[in-house]
């Protein structure tokens, strides 16, 4: 055997010598540091539930300075457009560029039939620029992604039921997008009242089908099932927002006060907010990213080459006759 190595001596170097492709993954990892990630999410609901006080309570609670934490210019109106909010947030050297659409919300005209339109057309919009980017002869490297990976769907704290014109709209979003539900101003439900509209929505909408994220798919393992089937048994996250801070021991903090007690909003004990943000930006943002990309964008992108495909042998049929 010795002999044979003598023969071949560069075979050998390159079996038994350290070549370093156990690097592979830093290289992979810090190329992705430096580029960075980008989080899209759009919150959608109808008007007054609180969607862009949430907005600013979420950059609050990742935006904390040196000065203290972060206060919005102005006093937050009613949205009367799409509009995107945007920061860059970093944890560790990860910078995070999250995005977050605002609409506006809808339900107090007289008819709101087909009020989800607009939302459905920009993750479409989305959707389809993508696919353009991607489809150029010349496509860069790296295409900027815009792409809806989380929708926030704020459901009133009425305690009773899911209003009909919530199931339809989550119906339309779940087919596009990965629909996070919440319920909006929990503040205004007792703990107990919560834990029962909780469990009725949950009910409601296995009985109207509506798949709601996270869903597991084949790709997961027995771990991530099981995350999913927790976070699953307390969804929706009961939130409450703020967009003033309050000093809760000697500390300011997002919180609402009212002349019986102070609700810190980043307390787990006063509302589920820390959970909302832990599962978005931390335990599922992967995850969110990827099943946009493989089941609401693949959905999207394989309908529309079909539908491309079947145009031009019609084309070419009638270039013939
Ligand atoms: N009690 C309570 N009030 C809230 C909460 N979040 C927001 N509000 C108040 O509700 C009102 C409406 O909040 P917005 O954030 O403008 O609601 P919106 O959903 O963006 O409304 P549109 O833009 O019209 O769709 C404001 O007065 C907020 O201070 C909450 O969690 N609890
Ligand atoms: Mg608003």
């Not at 119906?171 to 205004?188: G, R």
Request: charged letters at 25%.
């Amino acid at each position: 055997m010795a002999a044979a190595a003598v023969e071949n001596p560069v075979e050998l170097t390159r079996l038994n010598s350290y070549v370093g492709f156990d690097s592979l993954p830093q290289q992979i990892e810090s190329k992705l540091l430096k580029r960075g990630f980008a989080f899209n999410v759009i919150v959608v609901g109808q008007t007054g539930l609180g969607k862009s006080t949430l907005i600013n309570t979420i950059f609050a609670s990742h935006l904390i300075d040196t000065k203290g934490r972060f206060e919005p210019d102005e006093p937050i109106r009613q949205t009367t457009e799409i509009q995107a909010v945007s920061h860059v947030v970093q944890e560790n050297n990860v910078r995070l560029r999250l995005n977050i659409v605002d609409t506006p919300g809808y339900g107090d005209l007289v008819n709101n039939e087909n009020c989800w339109d607009p939302i459905v057309k920009y993750i479409k919009d989305q959707h389809s620029a993508y696919l353009r980017k991607e489809l150029t002869a010349m496509r860069d490297k790296h295409i900027a992604d815009t792409r809806i990976h989380a929708c926030l769907y704020f459901i009133a704290p009425t305690g009773h039921t899911l209003k009909a014109i919530d199931i339809v709209v989550m119906k339309k979003l779940s087919e596009v997008v990965n629909v996070v539900p919440v319920i909006a101003k929990s503040d205004s439900l007792t703990l107990e009242e919560r834990e029962v509209f909780k469990e009725r929505i949950r009910a409601e909408l296995a009985h109207n089908n509506i798949r709601v994220y996270p869903f597991d798919t084949e790709d997961h393992d027995d771990e991530e099932r099981g995350l999913n089937s927790a976070i699953r048994s307390m969804m929706p996250f009961a939130v409450v927002g703020s967009e003033r801070n309050v000093i809760v021991d000697g500390k300011p903090v997002r919180g609402r006060k009212n002349r019986w007690g102070v609700i810190n909003v980043e307390n787990e004990q006063h509302c589920d907010f820390n959970y909302l943000r832990n599962f978005l930006t931390r335990t599922h943002l992967q995850d969110l990213i990827e099943t946009t990309a493989l089941v609401h964008y693949e959905a999207f992108r394989s309908k529309q080459l079909l539908a491309l495909k079947e145009s031009s042998a019609a084309k070419a049929q009638q270039a013939h006759a």
